[in-house]
């Protein structure tokens, strides 16, 4: 039996408890955590989820879940990933992107960002929980009709998903100097969400002539073209200044 400690909408506990599965008294809440990872390639991990799952079964997903009576949200974030994917987050490289109060659900959840490598082989699933995970890179999701279906079934969805593609292009981009294939240098500033497409963007400075301010799709940064017949990146990295 999964007891949750209840919460009133500040989030403060209001010395109540609730069985796993029943119905919450109105303006009341139970904690949630979602735990959103990236590598150092700015791949994300997505889990499967079990075919006999009560929730959500056999949808792709992140790893996560409730809160049971005492736990906070970090010994939550712990304690869900060792179970469901048998290994510990990185606390050194966590932190709480968004939260969010849910109403209709009556759950107040966390979304945690964490930064950190781990090999696929080295996981232990829980088999009640994950059939397997993988590592991604998060505007790859799109191009995989269930895998993205799935997770727009998740309401934490829409707010995360801009933020892993921006993350991940800052990991994949970061500030510094880069030469463009014709010869020209740049100086990479920054990156930012496309104010209408949340598509993440490139803000960098011409390191010549009267230093132009440019912005660029970062899909297209690291694009490679072809030169005399050899493919060479569109930007390459040439070191921090």
């Known amino acids: 039996m999964e007891i949750w400690d209840l919460y009133d909408k500040n989030r403060n506990l209001i010395g109540k408890t609730a069985e796993r599965g029943s119905k919450l008294e109105k303006d009341t809440y139970h904690l949630v955590v979602d735990l959103f990872f990236l590598n150092s390639k700015g791949e994300t991990l997505l889990q499967l989820r079990a075919k006999e799952k009560k929730n959500h079964p056999d949808m792709w997903g992140c790893a996560g879940g409730a809160a049971v009576q005492g736990e906070d949200s970090l010994t939550t974030c712990l304690r869900e990933c060792e179970e469901e994917m048998g290994f ?75 933020i892993l593609c921006l993350e991940s292009m800052r990991i994949r981009i970061p500030k510094g100097i880069y030469r463009h294939y014709k010869g020209n240098s740049y100086r990479v500033e920054g990156l930012a969400l496309h104010s209408e497409t949340l598509e993440p963007m490139v803000i960098y400075r011409a390191l010549y002539g009267t230093g132009e301010m440019w912005v660029r799709p970062a899909k297209m940064w690291n694009e490679m073209v072809s030169v005399n017949g050899k493919m060479v990146p569109r930007f390459a990295w040439s070191g921090e200044e």
Do not use: H
């Not at 987050?89 to 939260?99: G, I």
């Not at 995970?133 to 969805?157: F, G, V, Y």
């Open 88 to 162: 510990t987050p990185d606390l050194s490289r966590t932190r709480v992107v968004s939260t969010e109060t849910n109403r209709d659900g009556c759950f107040i959840r966390d979304n945690y960002l964490i930064y950190q490598d781990m090999p696929l082989e080295k996981m232990t699933y829980q088999p009640e929980e994950v059939q397997f995970a993988q590592w991604i890179l998060p505007e790859k999701i799109r191009e995989n009709e269930k895998m993205w279906q799935d997770m727009c079934s998740w309401s934490n969805w829409d707010p995360m998903y801009p």
